[in-house]
């Protein structure tokens, strides 16, 4: 099965899941959006208003925010896979409990297994929790972490979340140099991996 025909079959039955504990009084599932290939993946908190309607991540005042950071590194909002930790909004946008967070996570893995990128940028404290449990924010936004995860090397990439830069002016300055240093992590990786494919050509 393509990847495609995989994530349509995993959404449908996410949207059969009546166990989901946020799906009551929902409007949508808000699944994920993107690059079915790409190598960096985007992952939020959960949805709000807007992408409840819209059954997508991050269109609203935060999601615009995130399309000009990833435009302000050559980095299309086309080129990224974008998904949440929580799939259904929490009303009055209230944070995600951890069993709720446990209960998503379930599909979550799935996705990201299926996408399988190279790199995730945890944008918020519960996506950077999901791998990088012990730390705290204030201290490792905007630094690379190689983590196991199903026995392959993921680069974690933890970020404030754009809604926390909207509210908070140092945050924004934060963010924005955060994304500069994710443009030199990520030219970094591609110089990397075509220096091993060099290397290989080399010793064929
Ligand atoms: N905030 C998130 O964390 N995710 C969204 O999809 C929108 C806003």
Request: proline fraction near 6%.
């Amino acid at each position: 099965m393509s990847k495609k025909e995989l994530l349509d079959e995993l959404k449908k039955k996410m949207e059969e899941d009546e166990s989901l504990p946020l799906k009551k009084g929902t409007t949508n599932l808000v699944f994920g959006v993107g690059n079915f290939d790409a190598k960096v993946l985007c992952l939020g908190e959960g949805p709000g208003y807007w992408e409840d309607l819209k059954a997508e991540p991050f269109v609203g005042n935060a999601g615009k925010l995130l399309d000009s950071l990833l435009q302000s590194i050559e980095l299309p909002r086309e080129e990224v896979y974008i998904t949440n930790v929580v799939h259904h909004r929490p009303p009055e946008n209230r944070d995600p409990s951890p069993e709720e967070i446990t209960a998503y996570g379930v599909y979550l893995d799935k996705i990201i297994e299926i996408i399988d990128p190279r790199v995730i940028v945890t944008l918020g404290r519960f996506s950077m929790g999901k791998f990088l449990p012990t730390a705290r924010i204030s201290g490792v936004h905007g630094k690379k972490f190689v983590v196991k995860w199903k026995g392959k090397d993921l680069v974690i990439i933890p970020m404030y979340h754009p809604a926390a830069a909207l509210r908070n002016g140092a945050v924004m300055e934060q963010i924005k140099n955060d994304f500069l240093k994710l443009k030199d992590i990520l030219n970094d990786i591609k110089n990397k991996q075509e220096e091993v494919k060099i290397e290989q050509m080399n010793l064929c």
